[in-house]
């Protein structure tokens, strides 16, 4: 995979012309200047964060204050670094712990210091063996600065799609099963031990790390102001360069999708990951941002999108989507054991022009059983693909349940496998 | 008074939805699907038999009128 390196100013979290390994910690400094450690204020830092309107950048999005005045509540906090990254179209957090681990690393020992946690724990899928590699590099360079008191440490865990979700990730750091916990109240802190746990994206760090030293103000001089500062995007799909750029919030998706080079006309785009939005081509001109995407019923997710080109079929790519989403799921809870398989072959059918207007039926049936039946939003994820799937390629359907599949149906996948970033530079 | 499904801890007995089919019914995989969770008076009893019976403790009731911050969250 390629880097695009086409953007200007809103580059702030992405460090180019890195040698291979990472920027020093030299070079880290003399780009973003020194640590605002050990004077750091808690209480002026997160008021800092609250008026940025940082919001998580792990997917689903939440203010990031209201997260850590949760855990402020707590006694003793440990902070998990969550850089697992099961989003099959998602590689920005690899390339961003990549390209600027120690930007990565300072958000976490400056959020640590700020709620007196004294643990901080880095969880990466233990299928890569270049981050943890780097990450153990890193964190040799900065011990001298840092604060004694304060441990971290890197932890290599089973990388399955759902293993990043933060229940699941709280319970394998815990050393218990990395299966998502079905949980009533969600603003009930996750523990590890006595200890709450705090888990945080690794771009919500990075960013984090920013504001700390150039305040709420300049944080949102960039993007839309209601989602304020950039985003990092995985780009795939019908495109000649995929690969992953930072752009401010607000930015036409036409226009995201234009830097990695469309291959064919646009006729939709996956937005927000597999568990995302199906966006009709002739509005990818929407902006990249909360309410132009709510419009759609999609959000920034992730920050995926993936191009699905003129001539591939819509239908195929999500019954691919479905059957991989079926195959992911802890087997847990019925509804997504047992609803997601059964939705992947109705799919599968139907791209297949195997069924008739009754199995379709059925499928929009299936569908309004399985969300939110799970412990997690895994299901739910699937459903809001499907359904907008439905939508979005009504045209296709129609023919395809007549029993006309469309040439594409037989077409290869836009979809790749796991995107490398971080380990083919 | 609200009856609630832990998704996670539901093997598909399927005895709760036999006791209150008011509230639940099965899906067709056998799992139990919350219809209506408020829980009436008049069905609290058998309710509360459904708590007792599955055998996998994956059914709970919880008060909606208290000020215990679990009730704020809707249930679907």
């Given at each position: 995979m390629s880097t695009m390196e086409a953007l200007s100013q809103t580059e702030r979290l992405i460090?180019?012309?890195?040698?291979?390994?990472?920027?020093?910690?030299?070079?880290?400094?003399?780009?973003?200047?020194?640590?605002?450690?050990?004077?750091?204020?808690?209480?002026?830092?997160?008021?800092?964060?609250?008026?940025?309107?940082?919001t998580g950048r792990g997917g689903a999005g939440f203010p990031t204050f209201k997260k850590l005045h949760l855990a402020q509540s707590g006694v003793r906090t440990t902070l998990v670094v969550n850089v697992m990254e099961g989003e099959p179209a998602s590689a920005k957090d690899r390339f961003l712990v990549t390209k600027s681990p120690h930007l990565v690393v300072d958000g976490a020992e400056i959020l640590a210091s700020a709620l007196g946690a004294k643990k901080i724990v880095i969880c990466v899928p233990a299928n890569s063996a270049a981050l943890p590699?780097?990450?153990?590099?890193?964190?040799?360079?900065?011990?001298?600065?840092?604060?004694?008191?304060?441990?971290?440490?890197?932890k290599r865990l089973s990388g399955r799609y759902v293993s990043g979700e933060e229940s699941a990730l709280v319970s394998s750091v815990a050393g218990h099963v990395g299966v998502p916990k079905f949980r009533l109240d969600k603003s009930v802190p996750l523990t590890i031990g006595r200890d709450t746990a705090l888990v945080h994206n690794v771009e919500t760090l990075a960013n984090i790390a920013l504001i700390a030293r150039y305040g709420a103000d300049w944080f949102r001089s960039v993007g839309s102001p209601e989602a304020p500062g950039t985003r990092l995007i995985t780009v795939s799909g019908s495109v000649e360069r995929p690969g992953v750029v930072e752009i401010a919030t607000g930015t036409p998706i036409s226009a995201i999708l234009e830097l990695a080079g469309p291959t064919a006309p646009i006729q939709?785009?996956?937005?927000?990951?597999?568990?995302?939005?199906?966006?009709?081509?002739?509005?990818?001109?929407?902006?990249?941002?909360?309410?132009?995407?709510?419009?759609?019923?999609?959000?920034?997710?992730?920050?995926?999108?993936?191009?699905?080109?003129?001539?591939?079929?819509?239908?195929?790519?999500?019954?691919?989507?479905?059957?991989?989403?079926?195959?992911?799921?802890?087997?847990?809870?019925?509804?997504?054991?047992?609803?997601?398989?059964?939705?992947?072959?109705?799919?599968?059918?139907?791209?297949?022009?195997?069924?008739?207007?009754?199995?379709?039926?059925?499928?929009?049936?299936?569908?309004?059983?399985?969300?939110?039946?799970?412990?997690?939003?895994?299901?739910?994820?699937?459903?809001?693909?499907?359904?907008?799937a439905l939508v979005v390629f009504a045209t296709d359907i129609d023919s395809h349940v007549r029993g006309v599949a469309c040439a594409g149906s037989a077409r290869t996948s836009v979809l790749m496998g796991r995107l490398s970033i971080a380990d083919r530079r | 008074m609200r009856i609630i499904i832990n998704p996670a801890d539901c093997d598909g007995f399927g005895f709760c939805a036999q006791i209150v089919p008011e509230l639940l019914s099965l899906d067709e995989w056998g799992f139990p699907v919350v219809r209506e969770d408020e829980v009436p008076e008049s069905l609290v009893r058998a309710a509360r038999q459904a708590v007792h019976l599955c055998p996998r403790k994956a059914v709970s009731l919880l008060e909606s009128r208290n000020t215990d911050s679990r009730t704020r969250v809707t249930v679907r």
């Open positions: 460090e180019r012309g890195v040698e291979p390994g990472g920027p020093t910690l030299e070079a880290h400094l003399r780009r973003n200047g020194g640590l605002p450690l050990p004077s750091i204020d808690g209480g002026r830092l997160l008021a800092e964060i609250e008026r940025a309107g940082l590699q780097l990450l153990v590099r890193v964190l040799a360079e900065r011990a001298a600065q840092r604060s004694p008191t304060t441990t971290i440490e890197v939709a785009v996956l937005v927000g990951g597999y568990g995302g939005t199906w966006l009709p081509g002739q509005h990818a001109g929407v902006a990249f941002a909360p309410t132009e995407l709510a419009a759609f019923g999609a959000s920034m997710g992730v920050g995926v999108l993936v191009a699905l080109g003129a001539g591939s079929c819509g239908i195929r790519e999500t019954a691919r989507i479905a059957s991989f989403m079926a195959s992911e799921s802890s087997g847990q809870c019925g509804p997504c054991l047992f609803g997601l398989p059964a939705i992947a072959e109705d799919l599968q059918a139907l791209a297949d022009a195997r069924i008739d207007r009754r199995i379709l039926d059925r499928l929009v049936h299936r569908l309004g059983m399985v969300d939110g039946r799970g412990a997690c939003r895994h299901p739910d994820g699937v459903v809001r693909l499907v359904r907008s | -």
